[in-house]
């Protein structure tokens, strides 16, 4: 094998489009090297060997230890890499993001920074969440108002199903056992699809801070994605936790809703849904989504131009690359 060294990174040319891999791999308790363009996992089974340019995301759970050679290569290869809990259930920390344009970026910074066009994505949020209703029209105070009677009627439905005495949302910020056991299996829920939510969002190369719901906050963006799916898997799954048995009801939740992820494939409908938001006309391959590598320099009326050549006057004397 060749000192790491010697060894020339890869071309964007050369990489595996994003939607041609793994949407994203687990690792645990294991230790993360590098063997040319591949990472291994090492554990106490023996190696795997993982071509780093088939990686969408990596998720590094418990016991995980990496290299630094470890990391170039999945910085080479555009791997986004997370540090996540047992079976990507929270988010801590993550390396750079995916996707290598800033067109989804973009993209959310336009629509966030026009009230009109902010209102429009939330509209769009809140069909997304409840499609029976047309949100066209509504107010912000009024899609408020809506949202708050789903949920109630969410909780409603949920405790009549599951037999779950429900006594309304109680809890305290920082005292997780204040609550009883449906509101500790809810809030468990809740969190653990904040860290979900964060993972793809900043896998995404999206900004978490920038919310079309939720503001103020360093994670609006995510919040408002966790919501998507408050009322279809959240909820549901808590009273399910807590109608077998009220006995470490936190943990419990946690691993049913890391089961109802893969089952769901929920990952990849939360970039899908996304994707939809902010670039409604994306369709079809990576390039359209705007997953394409390219860098252009901003002129004038938001026209773009090629990067890499000199711009003045009226032709192009030869690449000016660094």
């Known amino acids: 094998m060749s000192a790491v060294s010697k060894r020339s990174a890869l071309s964007p040319r050369q990489l595996t ?5 793994l949407s994203f791999i687990y690792l645990e308790r294991c230790t993360i090297h590098r063997d040319a363009n591949a990472i291994t996992a090492q554990d106490a089974q023996g190696t795997t060997h993982i071509p780093s340019a088939t990686i969408g995301t990596l998720l590094l759970g418990p016991g995980t230890r990496v290299t630094h050679q470890a990391m170039s290569v999945l910085g080479e290869t555009g791997a986004a890499v997370c540090w996540v809990g047992e079976h990507g259930v929270r988010y801590y920390a993550s390396g750079r993001a995916l996707s290598r344009s800033s067109a989804l970026m973009e993209a959310q910074a336009r629509l966030w920074s026009s009230p009109r066009s902010r209102l429009a994505v939330a509209r769009k949020m809140y069909q997304l969440r409840f ?3 047309d949100p066209a029209g509504l107010t912000r105070h009024e899609l408020l108002g809506r949202e708050g009677r789903r949920v109630k009627d969410c909780y409603r439905a949920e405790a009549a199903r599951t037999g779950v005495p429900w006594r309304g949302r109680r ?14 299996a809810v809030t468990a829920a809740a969190q653990c699809m904040y860290g979900i939510a964060h993972a793809v969002v900043t896998s995404l190369g999206c900004s978490p801070a920038l919310g079309f719901i939720h ?12 919501d998507l799916y408050k009322t279809d898997i959240g909820i549901p799954l808590a009273f399910d936790v807590a109608a077998q048995d009220e006995e470490d009801v936190g943990p419990r939740t946690r691993r049913a809703l890391r089961d109802r992820i893969n089952e769901t494939s929920l990952l990849n409908g939360c970039v899908d849904d996304i994707k939809r938001l902010l ?7 990576s390039e359209s989504r705007g997953d394409r590598d390219v860098v252009t320099l901003q002129s004038d009326h938001d026209h773009q131009v090629a990067s890499g050549v000199n711009h003045d006057g009226p032709e192009h004397y030869g690449d000016e690359l660094w």
């Open 17 to 21: 489009r994003s939607d041609e891999r």
């Open 171 to 184: 809890y305290i910020p920082g005292d997780f056992t204040s609550g009883d056991a449906i509101n500790q």
């Open 279 to 285: 670039l409604p006309g994306a369709t079809g391959s």
């Open 131 to 133: 499609p029976d209703e």
């Open 215 to 226: 503001s103020g906050h360093e994670l609006s963006f995510v919040l408002d994605v966790a």
